[in-house]
């Protein structure tokens, strides 16, 4: 059938969705794996070319013509100006122009399984208001151990508690998967462009929205990692703001005091960022570097006040829940983690990770 029946006699159907900008390296095994879905019934193919420069259109055409021989309706969708509008934006739109109930967003450089849209749209049924995920395989297979390694084992229930580390969104991007209508409600992606965190402001404001964070635990994605994607080129402190002002309007808003685990820098600079009506509610910072903890308190220079506040500092197990963590997990070789369990916290309760 033609695509544009697709949407109205199939409310099953899974719209693969696919932004491309000068990926002719990769696009090929990228394509490669939609073909080799083993669940091709009702299954469509939407691509928008980003004002690509490299033989990325061929690419894309010679695809069509295998996946339509095999059943699979494919969709192209192009920005042809010199200027690429942005991951956003192709995103946006290559959702905009599909029609399947049902969305698996994959990037230009990744590779899926052959069971990845069968296994994340059994779980979407269930979960309709989810943004769905999977486990992932690195590849080169070093790159960002620790990272994978958080995305891959993470528990249910801290796929929703650890939605505030730097790590960014708990099941990421190129995993995810969910219906067309919870896209639409969420409101489809910033379509700022280069610097602009698209996928985790996407997701946060899923969260907001009382979304779920489910996770296939399956290994259904090969997940590129190359030092030219388009996440290194965001501004580091541009996501530390929207990761300080999350953590403030879901957390802080409902506490009325809490300690900051981490008396160094990170710890500081999280006391520094919050808003004045929060910085207020800090009782402590808390350590275990004795030389920290004997300097007894830390003066918030920067302050307009007179005289500048001052917030003590003491050891952890001195310290009153709840407590904001801005220790980095998985580094201290397990002692933070076996100092944490000592204290039997709830996590999401007691306290969160911010690291």
């Known amino acids: 059938g033609s695509a544009a029946g697709l ?10 969705i696919v932004p491309v900008h000068n990926s002719e390296c990769w696009l090929d095994e990228c394509l490669k794996s939609v073909w080799e879905q083993d669940f091709k019934q009702t299954m469509e193919l939407s691509v928008f070319n980003d004002a690509s420069k490299d033989s990325s259109a061929e690419i894309i055409a010679k695809w069509k ?4 021989d095999a059943g699979v309706p ?8 010199s200027q690429p509008r942005g991951v956003g934006f192709a995103k946006n739109q290559a959702v905009i122009q599909s029609s399947g109930a049902y969305l698996c967003f994959l990037d230009s ?31 080169p297979p070093m790159s960002t151990e620790r990272y994978t390694r958080w995305i891959n084992n993470l528990t249910e229930e801290q796929l929703h508690t650890q939605v505030f580390t730097s790590h960014g969104p708990t099941v990421i991007m190129p995993t995810w998967f969910c219906s067309r209508e919870w896209f639409y409600h969420v409101g489809k992606f910033d379509e700022g462009g280069k610097g602009v965190p698209e996928d985790l402001l996407f997701f946060y404001k899923h969260i907001q929205k009382g979304g779920e964070v489910v996770r296939v635990n399956h290994c259904l994605l090969l997940y590129r990692y ?22 403030e309007d879901r957390v802080l808003s409902s506490w009325t005091s809490f300690t900051i685990w981490n008396a160094g820098k990170q710890g500081k600079k999280l006391y520094r960022s919050l808003s004045p009506a929060n910085r207020k509610k800090v009782t402590a ?17 920067e302050s307009e006040e007179r005289p500048k506040p001052k917030t003590p500092i003491c050891h952890f197990r001195e310290a009153t829940p709840p407590f904001i963590i801005c220790v980095k997990l998985d580094l201290t070789g397990g002692a933070f983690e ?8 709830k996590e999401g309760v007691d306290y969160y990770h911010f690291n």
């Not at 949407?7 to 693969?16: A, E, I, M, T, Y």
């Not at 013509?65 to 339509?68: F, G, H, I, Q, W």
């Not at 076996?338 to 916290?345: A, D, E, I, K, P």
Request: proline residues 4%; glycine residues 4%; aromatic residues 8%.
């Open 7 to 16: 949407g109205q006699c199939s409310p099953h159907g899974r719209s693969v």
């Open 65 to 68: 013509v295998k996946l339509e």
């Open 74 to 81: 494919v969709i192209i969708g192009s920005n042809n100006s």
């Open 109 to 139: 450089d990744d590779v899926m399984m052959p069971q990845r849209v069968r296994l994340q749209y059994e779980a979407a049924i269930q979960h309709p208001n989810s943004i769905v995920g999977c486990q992932v395989r690195r590849e």
């Open 226 to 247: 190359h030092p030219q994607a388009a996440t290194h080129s965001v501004l580091e402190e541009t996501i530390w703001n929207h990761r300080v002002r999350f953590l």
């Open 285 to 301: 910072f808390c350590d275990v570097d004795e030389k920290k903890i004997t300097r007894g308190f830390y003066t918030f220079e």
């Open 338 to 345: 076996t100092n944490l369990n000592m204290l039997n916290l």
